[in-house]
């Protein structure tokens, strides 16, 4: 119970800082995601993990501006 609190307490927090998940919302991912997590073994862990790292990483890529290339000139 009070590992749901905990959950709910984050996921309020964390859902205030993105735009798309409102703090209700993220209330409520957090409140479920704790009994889920318990259940899960370690390599299911680092599993979900590392596809969180990934897609972040993506998410990161795919909204970063491109670097403008500078063109070379020849030698004089």
């Known amino acids: 119970m009070i590992g749901k609190l905990i959950g709910a307490g984050v ?9 798309k998940i409102g703090g209700p919302t993220g209330a ?6 704790v009994p889920l997590v318990t ?3 370690i390599p299911a862990l ?4 590392g ?5 972040k990483r993506l998410a990161d890529k795919s909204t970063a501006p491109a670097t403008p290339t500078t063109p070379t000139t020849p030698p004089a």
């Open 39 to 41: 259940r899960l073994r």
């Open 11 to 19: 996921g309020a927090a964390l859902g205030k800082e993105t735009r």
């Open 51 to 55: 596809g969180g790292y990934l897609a």
């Open 28 to 33: 409520i991912l957090g409140a479920v995601a």
């Open 46 to 49: 680092l599993a979900l993990a």
